[in-house]
């Protein structure tokens, strides 16, 4: 879901220049197309983030940014996520480790705290490990965001792996 933000355009300056962005909205995709079009090492994609349609192992890096707290966003309860949305969590993360090529880093940046969505991360049959920081400016009254990075084809510690494994248990 990489909607209207700058951050593809961003990187391709940065000399990140093979990079895709995807996103469910037709009009969202052609906008972007069309404002980026100068850069053609950025490509845009209409695409369904629970069904990729890459092929496996396709890339180094998945990098999301906010996309998958919309999956979370009618949840009223943070410590008891509904089966519909664990499930629909569970889908895409699975989509994102079968395109992350052997070696390949998948970094979520969020506003979603550890104990909220490391659960859902730490899941030992998407075939990586797990690490995270807050980021932020220090103030203790600002909002922080999290950065999660995840290896594929690194085990998971022990310690997250029995949190993944608590987020199943009834």
């Known amino acids: 879901g990489c909607g209207n933000s700058a951050l593809s355009h961003d990187l391709h300056e940065l000399g990140y220049t ?6 469910f909205s037709p009009a969202c995709i052609a906008a972007m197309r069309a404002r980026y079009a100068h850069c053609p090492g950025l490509r ?7 069904a ?6 396709a890339f180094d890096v998945v990098l999301e940014k906010g996309t998958l707290d919309v999956l979370m966003v009618e949840e009223t309860d943070p410590w008891d996520v509904s089966p519909q949305a ?15 090529r052997p070696g390949g880093c998948f970094i979520s940046i969020t506003f979603a705290q550890p104990h909220f969505r490391k659960p859902h991360y730490a899941q030992e049959a998407f075939g990586w490990s797990l690490r995270h920081a807050a980021c ?5 009254g600002a909002f922080h965001y ?5 290896r594929k084809g690194q085990p998971l510690d022990a310690p997250d792996l029995a949190l993944g494994r608590r987020l199943h248990q009834p």
């Not at 093979?18 to 996103?23: A, E, F, L, R, Y």
């Not at 990729?52 to 192992?57: R, T, Y």
Request: cysteine-free; aromatic content about 10%; glycine content about 4%.
């Open 18 to 23: 093979d990079i895709t962005s995807i996103d």
């Open 44 to 50: 845009w994609a209409v695409m369904d983030i629970r």
């Open 52 to 57: 990729l349609a890459f092929p496996d192992a």
């Open 86 to 100: 664990a499930a629909a969590m569970r889908r895409v993360l699975a989509e994102v480790s079968r395109v992350l």
């Open 136 to 140: 932020g400016d220090g103030d203790a």
């Open 146 to 150: 999290f950065l999660y990075i995840m």
